[in-house]
């Protein structure tokens, strides 16, 4: 079955960095478009950043771009973010996405905390 576990997250001050990992199985990884989401309380959820799986083409939401960084590493099923300068607005659950065998799958997400 399908299973992504994100791992990275936790407590960090505005400025700060942290880098999310996503571990995949289930389905042929480097075959797939791979995306993170963030759900902050009381808000819908977002698609912050997205990577294909041939060449590594990157989108990015606009609050976010500049700031961080998707990559992928398909050896190890893997895809990552690299947050930096982050705010307190970037404060939410992070979630990791794949599409695929016809419907949506997601992780458990893993919670970031910007703050003082």
């Known amino acids: 079955q399908v299973q992504l576990v994100e791992s990275g997250g936790g407590l960090v001050q505005p400025g700060g960095s942290l880098r ?3 571990a995949a199985s289930g389905f042929t990884f480097s075959t797939n478009t791979m995306r993170w989401y963030r759900q902050a309380p009381g808000t819908e959820r ?25 990559s992928r ?13 982050l705010k307190p607005e970037d404060t939410a659950v992070y979630y990791c996405n794949v599409f695929v065998y016809v419907r949506d799958y997601w992780g458990q997400g893993t919670q970031v905390t910007v703050s003082s």
């Open 46 to 70: 977002e698609l912050v950043a997205s990577i294909s799986y041939i060449g590594g083409t990157t989108n990015y939401a606009d609050s976010v771009k500049g700031r961080f960084t998707i």
């Open 20 to 22: 999310l990992s996503c």
């Open 73 to 85: 590493d398909n050896a190890k099923n893997t895809v990552y973010l690299q947050m930096n300068s």
